[in-house]
């Protein structure tokens, strides 16, 4: 048997006027979801621990099985392992955001967010703008790494954890309540406004209709993560598909194979049918138990407020990742349990997070179901399955 996690990072939702009252993943085309349903267990899942805010980080170590109140330590320290960073016990690690700013003539502390990431900034443009980052801001006590996209990273030595808010909470919104109480961490990210808004590169970003990535954001501090071996806790062989840095983060602290996937990059148009072939094939010839297919697209449409293409996001996860991979199992006659669900919704009306439990569906090749269900947030909760500890679904998918 085979075990597959299929994770469209925030696509729950909540009903939406324009769409009659539907949600994005109800009104969305997506058959083979559909299909998939009327054979499966539907149910919801509460990822979020009372308490904890809900982030990618933490929902994603519930779904791998990781109870994020024993195994947490901060989302900056996992990118960190994704990005090579080797940790000391005494280090801080900060995500630091490229974010654009209004570009207007107020004070810093008045300026607006106005998106998170920058338009999707590429890792090529970012590199540029966080080597005249290092050049100004860094010493022996602050370092800068280069991370995928707005993503990067800043390891604070002998720092401490602070409390910050993260970039995509506040979209919209006045800066000024929401910069660290830290004072330097404050004043590198007024520095950082300087040295970015008038760089060659933003000005010709904003030439061609793209966000300025005008200054950078602190948020997510942490200490070194301390994760158990995947192989060791379930007895399986698993790997992670992924284009963001969080989820290779954590794969790489419990010790599973990341697989890169070219093209894959986070993105609305990110290379869907690849990281489908690449399961497939960890599966199938490289003797791998598991794998986690993390999309990270229906959360960045979340974040933007983009209706449309949060349906699009889950209409190409419907086609171009699960059809794949059901259709390419079924051709190798091999048995197979697949778990299709968001770790979190990310609802077009707040363009954030919340902590409402997600709907999952769980398809076994070997035990098809029959039902009426299709998979959509209101059907999941009126199978009356529910999952109240996130970290237990994966026991679930494995049967045990």
């Not at 910069?179 to 030439?207: C, F, Q, T």
């Not at 093209?263 to 290379?271: I, K, P, S």
């Not at 006659?333 to 999952?360: A, K, Q």
């Amino acid at each position: 048997m085979k075990y597959i996690i299929v994770l469209g990072d925030g696509m729950a939702d909540e009903p939406i006027k324009e769409l009659d009252g539907k949600t994005p993943l109800e009104y969305g085309s997506t058959p083979t979801m559909d299909e998939l349903s009327k054979k499966s267990e539907i149910g919801i899942c509460y990822t979020i621990p009372e308490g904890m805010k809900p982030g990618s980080d933490t929902a994603n170590l519930s779904v791998l099985g990781y109870d994020p109140k024993l195994y947490y330590t901060g989302r900056s320290p996992l990118e960190a392992l994704s990005i090579g960073v080797n940790m000391k016990d005494t280090d801080i690690a900060l995500r630091c955001n490229m974010v654009t700013l209004s570009d207007d003539n107020l004070p810093y502390e008045e300026k607006t967010i106005l998106d998170h990431s920058s338009s999707e900034i590429s890792t090529e443009d970012a590199a540029v703008l966080l080597e005249a980052i290092r050049g100004e801001l860094e010493n022996d006590i602050y370092k800068y790494y280069l991370g995928t996209s707005y993503r990067h990273l800043t390891i604070w030595d002998n720092g401490e954890v602070v409390d910050l808010t993260a970039p995509h909470d506040i979209l919209g919104k006045v800066i000024g309540t929401y910069l660290p109480n830290d004072a330097y961490l404050k004043d590198m990210m007024k520095k950082s406004y300087d040295i970015l808004n008038n760089h060659p590169l933003n000005v010709e970003r904003a030439n061609r209709g793209l966000n300025k990535a005008n200054s950078i954001w602190f948020w997510g501090a942490g200490t070194r993560p301390k994760l158990t071996s995947f192989e060791d806790k379930f007895n399986k062989k698993g790997a992670m598909i992924s284009a963001v840095d969080l989820l290779k983060g954590i794969a790489v602290g419990a010790n599973m194979k990341v697989i890169h996937v070219e093209g894959a990059d986070g993105t609305l148009h990110t290379n869907y049918e690849g990281k489908a072939m690449a399961a497939v094939k960890e599966l199938t010839e490289d003797n791998q138990d598991f794998v986690y297919i993390h999309v990270e697209a229906p959360d960045e449409m979340g974040h933007q407020g983009s209706v449309s293409n949060k349906i699009k996001s889950i209409e190409y996860l419907d086609h171009k990742v699960i059809k794949v991979v059901k259709e390419q199992m079924e051709a190798t006659g091999i048995d197979y349990r697949m778990l299709i669900m968001p770790d979190h919704p990310t609802p077009i009306r707040c363009r954030t997070h919340t902590s409402d439990p997600v709907p999952y569906l769980l398809y076994d090749s070997t035990n098809q179901l029959y039902n009426n269900w299709n998979y959509n947030e209101e059907e999941a909760r009126n199978s009356g399955n529910v999952v109240e500890h996130g970290w237990e679904i994966i026991n679930k998918l494995f049967e045990r």
